[in-house]
């Protein structure tokens, strides 16, 4: 089992920055991918970024040039840095980690950023 927990939430102004954590523990051993999700009310769980073990990254569109993800494999940890922060990107944070097709879940921190 993988435990996977978020910390770095928070409110915080449109313009500003926040950067989140996520530490895994557990059987971590062949854990690829790691990233991050997003789900607001109603609507479906999207794709903030991910990174693999070797650093590869992927973004959405929403996050380019203002969301960096990067992980520390010796920690366990993936780390997202959110600046220029929206009220868009308010949302429930969810940090995930992948071994083969099976994907671990966080449960979640909530992100609020006022206008």
């Known amino acids: 089992q993988v435990r996977l927990v978020e910390s770095g939430g928070g409110l915080v102004q449109a313009g500003g920055s926040l950067r989140l954590s996520c530490a895994a523990s557990?059987?971590?051993?062949?854990?690829?991918?790691m990233g991050w999700y997003r789900q607001t009310p109603g609507k479906q769980r999207e794709l903030v970024a991910t990174i693999t073990s070797g650093g590869r990254t992927d973004y959405a569109d929403s996050g380019k040039g203002r969301f960096t993800i990067s992980r520390d494999n010796a920690k366990n940890t993936v780390y997202l840095q959110m600046n220029s922060l929206k009220p868009d990107d308010t949302a429930v944070y969810y940090c995930t980690a992948a071994r083969g097709e099976y994907n671990y879940w966080g449960r979640g921190t909530q992100v609020t950023v006022s206008s």
């Open positions: 557990g059987f971590i051993a062949n854990l690829n991918r």
